[in-house]
Nanobody, 124 residues
Framework: QVQLVESGGGLVQAGGSLRLSCTAS?????????MGWFRQAPGKEREFVAA???????YYADSVKGRFTISRDNAKSTMYLQMNSLNPEDTAVYYCAAERLYFGSFTDWHPDYWGQGTQVTVSS
């Protein structure tokens, strides 16, 4: 069992930046987890945003490629999502997700663990 706690959401103007953090309670096993971010906008289904494997390789949804950067600090058991050039379509609740010893595709990924979510609002 791992607990995930997100932080860093807020209100930002279009074109601005935010950095989200997700800290896991997994301790030294953090390196065994594939980590990712999903988001859910009002009235829409939850969608994949980005993921990072145990070895650090990264994957992005087309809608955020080139604007968002996912990273992880294994010493701090923390994952980050740097979001630049934000636009109102990025407004959503952003969720941190994790799955231990997952090495499969991130297409249609269903992680085992989820954070409580953090709100990101981009004003036009």
């Amino acid at each position: 069992q791992v607990q995930l706690v997100e932080s860093g959401g807020g209100l930002v103007q279009a074109g601005g930046s935010l950095r989200l953090s997700c800290t896991a309670s997994s301790g030294r096993t953090f390196t065994t987890y594939a980590m990712g971010w999903f988001r859910q906008a009002p009235g829409k289904e939850r969608e994949f945003v980005a993921a990072i494997r145990q070895i650090g390789s990264t994957y992005y949804a087309d809608s955020v490629k080139g604007r968002f950067t996912i990273s992880r600090d294994n010493a701090k058991s923390t994952m980050y999502l740097q979001m630049n050039s934000l636009n109102p379509e990025d407004t959503a609740v952003y969720y941190c997700a994790a799955e231990r010893l997952y090495f499969g595709s991130f297409t249609d990924w269903h992680p085992d663990y989820w954070g409580q979510g953090t709100q990101v609002t981009v004003s036009s």
